[in-house]
């Protein structure tokens, strides 16, 4: 089993930054890639970021490339997600998620540990 508590979410004015933590317990050495997803009202989850923990290669969905940045530490306990120049459009509850497979880290059906969301609300 693998634990993830995420952290950080709040409100914030648009053009703002939050900075999510998702903190990863129990048998994290079985997971290969950790994930940011998001999901509004009435929309389905969506993936933000991946991140790989063997090589920290990263994946990052269109609407958020050049604005949000996810990186991991050294010690393959935590996973983060940079947010800057957030814009009312990100405003969702966002999920850490941790998956065992190398494949289709796009679709939120590949991950096997959930955390319980953080929310985030950017105000116009």
């Known amino acids: 089993q693998v634990q993830l508590v995420e952290s950080g979410g709040g409100l914030v004015q648009a053009g703002g930054s939050l900075r999510l933590s998702c903190a990863a317990s129990?048998?994290?050495?079985?997971?290969?890639?950790m994930g940011w997803f998001r999901q509004a009202p009435g929309k389905e989850r969506e993936v933000v970021a991946v991140?790989?923990?063997?090589?920290?290669?990263?994946i990052y969905a269109d609407s958020v490339k050049g604005r949000f940045t996810i990186s991991r530490d050294n010690a393959n306990t935590t996973v983060y997600l940079q947010m800057n120049s957030l814009k009312h459009e990100d405003t969702a509850v966002y999920y850490c998620?941790?998956?065992?497979?190398?494949?289709?880290?796009?679709?939120?059906?590949?991950?096997?540990?959930w955390g319980q969301g953080t929310q985030v609300t950017v105000s116009s």
């Open positions: 991140v790989r923990w063997s090589n920290s290669n990263t």
């Open positions: 129990g048998r994290t050495f079985s997971s290969s890639i």
């Open positions: 998620a941790a998956s065992s497979r190398n494949d289709y880290p796009q679709y939120p059906n590949a991950y096997n540990y």
